[in-house]
């Protein structure tokens, strides 16, 4: 009996120990083929703090701050409208933005300042410039010889591109014309519209609110057009800049911000009354009937990469020639063009 008992114990333990060596052997096959558990919770998102200007750079992000506000962007933005450059420029250097949209020499200018602080992300606006008459004389560039030009942006591309395609046209800005400068868009559109200026170079939205509220006063001149008759480069006006510590820190999320800019510009552009109820509400341009108006003139586009370089090239090597300060002093290496990694 005790040999019995014995015997089964044996046979028992026997039996336990296969089991066991078995059990092993098939969670190690098992461990090998099971995929990684895929965590419910999405990815964190990389926080950006984005600055852009009333008019037309602003119109073009409006559907990324949109999505920023609902909770369906890819990245977690946070978001500053000004109305100056100024107010965004030392903002970026600081660190209190990671990316803005500023104007093209005004990005080229912040490099050399910051010594390579940040960089050229994109250009996103092309000519917005528009020469207006309350009339009906001027027909082409060479009528505006001995005329009295209403003008603002003394100092920056306004001024360039109108001394160069006013030279370009055979006319001596300093001595065929006369140009009258104003500190303000604002205060320009206003004189405009008191009858006090009867010819000035005006950029859009102010385009639109002169023209809707004087239906006497009329486009003349498209100045994109004019300039693309005598250069060997595009217009290219306004650009998006990224803080370069920035950048190499989170290229992802720098990719995931261009692709939701560029589709943010492509709605802009195509979904027009849409777009001008929320320039309304992000306080971009004041009125949604002078954004459905303005928002084909303004050229807003997103050119990055090498496309990027070849069309801003030419244009930064005008205004240097033009006044070096208007960049900085120094044309930009080639350090200042992003480059995804």
């Known amino acids: 009996m005790k040999k019995s008992i014995k015997l089964l114990a044996l046979i028992a333990a026997v039996v336990m120990t296969v089991a066991m060596f078995a059990a092993c052997g098939n969670s190690t096959a098992d461990v090998s083929s099971i995929e990684p558990a895929t965590s419910a ?19 073009g992000m409006t559907w990324l701050l949109d999505g920023a506000d609902k909770g369906i962007a890819k990245n977690d933005y946070a978001y500053t409208i000004a109305a100056a450059p100024d107010e965004l420029t030392g903002k970026l250097v600081s660190g209190a933005l990671d990316i803005a949209a500023l104007p093209t ?35 082409s560039v060479a009528d505006l010889k001995g005329m009295k030009i209403g003008a603002s942006g003394q100092g920056a591309v306004p001024e360039f591109v109108l001394d160069y395609v006013l030279s370009e046209n055979g006319i001596d ?92 510009v492509e709605k802009a552009n195509n979904s027009i009354d849409e777009t001008a109820n929320l320039c309304v509400q992000y306080e ?20 990055t990469g090498n496309e990027m370089v070849t069309q801003i090239s030419g244009f930064y090597d005008l205004l240097f020639k033009f006044n070096p300060q208007l960049i900085g002093g120094a044309l930009p290496d080639d350090n200042f063009y992003y480059k995804a990694s």
């Open 41 to 59: 919770e999405p990815a964190e998102k990389i926080k950006v703090n984005v600055g852009t200007l009333k008019g037309p750079t602003g119109i």
């Open 105 to 139: 020499n005004a990005a080229a200018a912040l490099y050399k300042k910051s010594n390579g602080g940040v960089k050229l992300l994109a250009l996103n606006t092309l000519g917005v410039l528009y020469i207006l008459e309350n009339g009906e004389n001027v027909k």
């Open 173 to 264: 800005p300093e001595k065929d014309v006369t140009i009258e400068w104003f500190d303000e868009h604002s205060e320009l559109a206003a004189q405009m519209l008191a009858d006090k200026i009867d010819v000035a170079i005006v950029p859009e939205p102010f385009v639109t609110t002169i023209t809707m509220q004087n239906k006497e006063i009329r486009v003349a001149l498209n100045m994109t057009e004019e300039w693309d008759k005598v250069a060997d480069c595009a217009l290219s006006m306004g650009c998006i800049a990224v803080r370069t510590e920035f950048a190499e820190n989170n290229p992802e999320a720098v990719k995931l911000f261009l692709d939701e800019y560029a589709a943010s």
């Open 284 to 303: 971009i341009v004041a009125k949604a009937p002078v954004a459905v108006s303005a928002i084909p003139r303004c050229n807003m586009v997103t050119v």
